[in-house]
């Protein structure tokens, strides 16, 4: 009975011992230059390459990925993370300069195992506008949308970062829940920089099957995590649950705290929830954002979309939602305006009490933005003003203008970031009153 305790002691030690690995490695980046201060981590422990882009350290047991943070100013040249393995050695590159847009791409719960057009929409939306990252906020599903996504919503296939966050349904069978996950995406937590913004990608706390990971160790690894960047920089959290939210972002567990709002949180990115939803908390000023996916609508009655997030360096965060699947549309109709009150039925006040001509757009389309929207009379152009996601609208300057434009026949032009122009005729119809609005005096 001795001997075979001892042996099992001895065989614990040598496994213990095996698992540890001494790891080093290089940044540089695409001109040979070595990159000073890029975050590594191995999901466990977090260091900074020296002054020659050098890193060396000893792996958590546990560990299976090396990963670094992207930072500011840099692309990825090849993947942000390689497998430890029995390598004992992980080098990196970076592309200087890279994707500079204000802009990505947030959807969640695609739920997907068959290739259908919304993909082909999403990758035309991404070729055309170049944003600087895709989110697939979790719940990718099972293991045929694991898979799906990995074969064809990958950063090759779209041109950009995909950064895909480990949902409920994404813990799967195997030996542990988020095994297939790491097979086909790496590891579940890491970071990365990008406009002055630090995001980071966290797994949720529990799913259909067990995970490896505790949530402990997610919250020493995200501590150490927003530790190494320079106090003040602006944080969106990815992760497919919304964590803390009712704690004012104090993230609790038997053995520790972390408070969030330390680290100048400014989003958190979710889904689960099958809705369409920006909140901005009235303590911290925390962006909430909740996407629902472009394959189907959510249970708030949301339309099929996945939602565009402008950013700036300061953590601000602004959006818009592309409705799925719509291609193309532009119509516009010309009324003349009949008010006594010295006010148009949109509410602007009139420089002159009488009525004008209006015109009214409605223009949309899925793959792209759209950069210059006019109407066209006797060839000058007058720009159409953008009311909300579908409205445009004009008021010809005077009713010369507005008679051109019915007798003649006015044209709407629109020109979308894919370089492509429409050219329509506006339907001229009869008269637009304060009535018509459900309005009056």
Same mark, same amino acid.
């Given at each position: 009975?001795?001997? @075979? ?23 540089? $980046? $695409? ?41 500011? &100013? ?22 200087? &300069? ?10 969640? $719960? ?82 990365? !920089? ?23 160790? *997610?919250? !020493? ?6 530790? /190494? %960047? ?58 909430? *954002?909740? @996407? ?31 409705? /799925? ?49 006019? %109407?066209?009379? $006797? ?13 445009? %609208?004009?008021?010809?300057?005077? !009713? ?28 001229? !119809? &009869? ?7 459900? &309005?009056?005096?």
């Amino acid at each position: 009975m001795k001997l @075979t305790t001892a042996l099992l002691a001895i065989l614990l030690i040598s496994f213990s011992a095996s698992a540890q690995q001494k790891i080093s490695g290089k940044v540089m $980046d $695409d001109k040979g230059a070595n990159v000073a201060g890029v975050v590594v981590s191995d999901g466990y422990n977090v260091l900074k390459t020296d002054a020659k882009g050098e890193y060396n350290f000893e792996t958590n047991p546990k560990a299976k990925f090396v990963f670094i943070s992207t930072p500011n &100013g840099y692309e990825q040249s090849g993947s942000f993370y390689q497998k430890i393995e029995e390598k004992g050695k992980c080098d990196f590159l970076l592309k200087r &300069g890279g994707n500079k847009s204000n802009r990505f791409i947030h959807m969640g $719960d695609t739920e997907a195992s068959i290739y259908k057009d919304w993909m082909d929409l999403l990758k035309r939306y991404v070729s055309n506008n170049k944003p600087a990252f895709v989110v697939f906020n979790g719940d990718i599903c099972y293991e045929k949308g694991l898979r799906l996504h990995a074969r064809e919503l990958t950063s090759e296939k779209l041109g950009v970062r995909a950064v895909f966050t480990l949902g409920n349904h994404d813990l799967v069978a195997g030996a542990y829940g988020e095994e297939l996950y790491e097979e086909l995406f790496g590891p579940v937590w890491y970071s990365f !920089n990008s406009g002055g913004i630090h995001f980071v990608n966290i797994p949720v706390l529990y799913g259909d099957k067990v995970p490896r990971y505790t949530t402990d160790e *997610i919250y !020493n690894w995200l501590r150490s995590d927003l530790e /190494s %960047i320079p106090a003040g920089t602006p944080v969106v959290i990815m992760d497919h649950h919304l964590l803390g939210f009712s704690e004012n972002f104090l993230l609790k567990t038997a053995q520790q705290e972390l408070n969030l709002l330390k680290y100048n949180i400014k989003g958190y990115l979710y889904a689960h929830y099958h809705t369409n939803l920006y909140h901005k908390t009235p303590v911290g000023g925390v962006a909430t *954002i909740s @996407t629902m996916s472009p394959n189907k609508g959510g249970i708030d009655h949301s339309p099929s979309s996945f939602r565009v997030i402008e950013f700036n360096s300061k953590g601000d965060l602004k959006s818009h939602l592309k409705y /799925s699947p719509i291609e193309r549309h532009v119509v516009a109709n010309g009324f003349w305006e009949i008010n006594d009150h010295g006010y148009t039925p949109v509410g602007f006040i009139r420089k002159t009490p009488e009525p004008g001509f209006l015109i009214i757009a409605s223009i949309y389309d899925t793959p792209t933005e759209v950069e210059k929207a006019v %109407i066209l009379v $006797d060839a000058k152009e007058y720009p159409l003003i953008q009311k909300s996601s579908w409205s445009w %609208i004009v008021r010809l300057p005077s !009713n010369i203008v507005g008679m051109r434009a019915a007798a003649n026949g006015a044209k709407i032009m629109v020109k979308f970031s894919d370089g492509s122009v429409v050219v329509k005729a506006v339907e001229i !119809n &009869g008269f637009f009153t304060e009535n018509v609005m459900g &309005g009056g005096a």
